[in-house]
């Protein structure tokens, strides 16, 4: 018997927005991932099997061969830094920006040492590193909005989709970190030895995540109207 494909998947809206592309590769779980109690979800398409796990997990299951392909955000990825991995697909979904965002009128004078919160330890390092600003990075795992409300930093490195979040709490975008979507990533060791089956389900899923003419159709409709 051959060896499975394993895919992981990051839960949550991740998850949602790949299952209609992984079905358009016959990969459809044989139980709904959002109410099996299964850890591994046999799939439609022979030889593939899904995992279903938090998303900060998804990377290193696939650096050690416990998965041989992921789907994960690249905001996931930076932190991660991608010892083992390719990254040969972006998906085009779960797309947002990772922003630093903060308080309007906060303080943010050149000299002054900022208390920066976020769950992107890493990617936040980087940034404020290649402005030559020193900065104190304060690790939160989560509700990263709350934290210059309460005094705990001055401003926020996070994830921004429509704004709405920031805007709810008084809060305004700064500059942009990253610009984030959702990347398949495959194992080093499995892209060699399995390489003709990775390459193949590749194939597909750019195939499935390329834009309609449908979708184009409507995006350069919806552009027309922007200038009106
Ligand atoms: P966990 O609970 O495992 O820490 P999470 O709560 O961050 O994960 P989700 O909110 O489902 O889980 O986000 C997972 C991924 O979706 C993120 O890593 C990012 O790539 C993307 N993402 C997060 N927020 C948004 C957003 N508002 N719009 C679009 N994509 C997003
Ligand atoms: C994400 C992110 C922001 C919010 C941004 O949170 O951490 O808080 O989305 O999206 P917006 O700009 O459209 O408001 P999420 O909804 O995933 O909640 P969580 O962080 O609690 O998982």
Do not use: W
Not at 123 to 149: H, N
């Amino acid at each position: 018997m051959i060896e499975p494909l394993t895919i992981a998947v990051s839960k949550g809206r991740i998850l949602q927005e790949s299952l209609p592309l992984l079905a358009q590769a016959g990969i459809v779980p044989v139980e709904d991932p959002d109410r099996s109690r299964r850890l591994i979800l046999p799939t439609g398409r022979a030889g593939v099997r899904l995992v279903v796990i938090r998303a900060a997990d998804v990377p290193t299951y696939v650096q050690y061969g416990a998965a041989d392909l992921g789907i994960t955000g690249k905001d996931v990825l930076l932190e991660h830094g991608g010892a083992g991995l390719y990254e040969p697909l972006d998906l085009g979904i779960a797309r947002c920006r990772m922003m630093v965002a903060g308080l309007p009128d906060a303080a943010r004078e050149p000299g002054i040492r900022l208390r920066v919160a976020t769950k992107y330890v890493a990617s936040t390092r980087r940034y404020f590193a290649a402005q030559g600003r020193q900065v104190e990075i304060i690790k939160l795992y989560g509700s990263m909005e709350l934290a210059p409300l309460v005094g705990l930093a001055d401003c926020i490195v996070d994830l921004v989709d429509t704004g709405g979040t920031l805007k709810a709490n008084g809060l305004v975008p700064l500059d942009l970190v990253a610009e984030i979507s959702s990347r398949v990533i495959v194992n080093k060791a499995a892209m060699k030895m399995k390489h003709d089956r990775v390459k193949a389900l590749l194939r597909e899923l750019e195939e499935a995540a390329r834009p309609s003419d449908r979708d184009r159709r409507s995006r350069r409709h919806a552009g027309a109207g922007e200038g009106r």
